[in-house]
């Protein structure tokens, strides 16, 4: 039921302000009618009425005053206001009206319909208003509370990305002493960060995920027997459930290679693992390798690998001044249980070098949609050792930053570099 607040005149209504009042009481609105010497404003204030109908004739003015009143006040300013006249008028009265804030200005001898319709139509005017002004409030608590959503979703993705870093091997200062900084705290202007390095070995990485948790993840480890395992993975798709699972690999990997030494068991034991942890659909690409002595000769190194469906590392080999794709390999960790994977044994020797990489990398596009490719990777990775610059993976970043232009990574970045000394 609407409301309709209407101010009456000492002397009493007009006849015809009064046929309205009963025919708007029969169409089913209620009446609040009220004198001018009572407390109008605070009446209004507390009965919140849909309309209120004023007499612009009232004496002194009051009509407009109240009219004044009622629009400057925060708790009446939405309600619609109509002055309807029931003596002869001129257009001061009605420029008067409209500058106090009225809605409207009829004449109580428009007749019936006129009137009626024009109080309906300020009626509805001011229920649209309404419910655009709670729409509004609800849309703001909405948008309010999503943003406070958000940021705490933020803040988590911080820590939990924050975590993440922490499964990446340890960082090297520059003198060689292990730290357990964050990654960004490596080398200043420097993507690579060295994990390993001895007077035969130097083994440093790089990680740059695409959102904010990311998919890759690479690992370093030196056993007490002296040997080094260097391991890079791929988990399929990105975010939340890609960087929880590349915590379960971490955690998988660790044990198992702790518990076996060749790369095909390891790799064996970590799928079967992982195929009955992950039913998710996801699965995992991966390269492992153990750098140990030659049993021919303890002097030199060489390198046992294997891997999961994951994209070949290159190996250059210095004394033949070309680059190698190590093509041993099974298929992906998660999809088949019991699966076996395939070693291959290279040798080390001072001023080879392994790259060991995602396809984040080969997979990358500029403006133009057109991919980097693994045989361009494998053209400027030869090229790059060639220059014998000591950044290999700087340069190699550099030149796939000019290449995408600036183009927003599609795909988590990850890379491994091993170099004999």
């Known amino acids: 039921m609407f409301k309709i607040f209407s101010l009456e005149t000492i002397e009493g209504d007009h006849p015809s302000l009064a046929e309205l009042r009963a025919r708007l009481e029969t169409m089913g ?18 009965s919140q009425p849909d309309l209120i109908l004023l007499d612009p004739t009232l004496p002194e003015h009051q009509g407009f005053k109240m009219c004044e009143t009622l629009k400057n006040d925060p708790d009446t300013e939405n309600i619609p206001v109509i002055f309807i006249h029931t003596r002869p008028s001129g257009n001061g009265m009605l420029l008067k009206s409209f500058e106090s804030g009225a809605t409207d200005f009829v004449s109580i001898e428009a007749g019936e319909v006129e009137v009626l319709a024009r109080l309906q139509a300020a009626i509805r005017n001011k229920q649209a208003a309404s419910q655009a002004v709670s729409m509004a409030q609800q849309l703001n608590k ?77 690992d370093v480890i030196k056993f007490p027997n002296g040997t080094v395992g260097v391991a890079i993975a791929d988990v399929s798709g990105h975010g939340v459930p890609a960087g929880f699972i590349t915590a379960i690999f971490k955690s998988s990997f660790y044990r198992i290679t702790h518990n076996h030494s060749e790369p095909g068991d390891i790799l064996y034991h970590l799928n079967n693992e992982l195929a009955d942890i992950v039913k998710t659909g996801e699965y995992v690409t991966a390269v492992y390798g153990r750098i140990q002595p030659d049993e021919a000769d303890p002097d030199k190194l060489c390198m046992d690998y294997t891997g999961a469906g994951h994209p070949y590392p290159l190996y250059y080999k210095a004394s033949e001044n070309r680059v190698i794709r190590l093509k041993e390999n099974g298929t992906p960790l998660v999809w088949i249980k019991n699966m076996e994977y395939p070693m291959g044994r290279i040798p080390l020797e001072p001023g080879d070098q392994v790259l060991m990489f995602t396809d984040g990398i080969s997979e990358m596009r500029n403006l133009q949609g057109e991919l980097y490719g693994e045989e361009a990777l494998e053209a400027l990775f030869l090229k790059l050792v060639q220059e014998n610059s000591g950044q290999i993976l700087d340069d190699l970043i550099q030149v796939l930053s000019d290449f995408t232009e600036g183009h927003p990574l599609e795909d988590d970045l990850s890379v491994v570099l091993i170099e004999a000394r």
Not at 29 to 46: F, G, P, W
Not at 145 to 174: A, C, D, G, H, M
Not at 185 to 198: A, N
């Open 29 to 46: 609105y209620e009446l609040i009618a009220h004198r001018r010497d009572q407390e109008v404003v605070e009446e209004i204030k507390s």
């Open 142 to 218: 909405m948008n309010t509370e999503l943003y406070e959503r958000n940021l705490q979703v933020e803040k988590e993705l911080y820590v939990t990305r924050q975590l993440q870093q922490s499964l990446l091997p340890p960082i090297l200062k520059e003198e060689g002493s292990p730290t357990d900084a964050p990654l960004e705290e490596g080398v200043q202007g420097s993507f690579s960060k060295c994990h390993y390095k001895d007077e035969k070995l130097r083994i440093s990485g790089v990680y740059l995920p695409c959102d904010a948790l990311g998919g890759d993840i690479y």
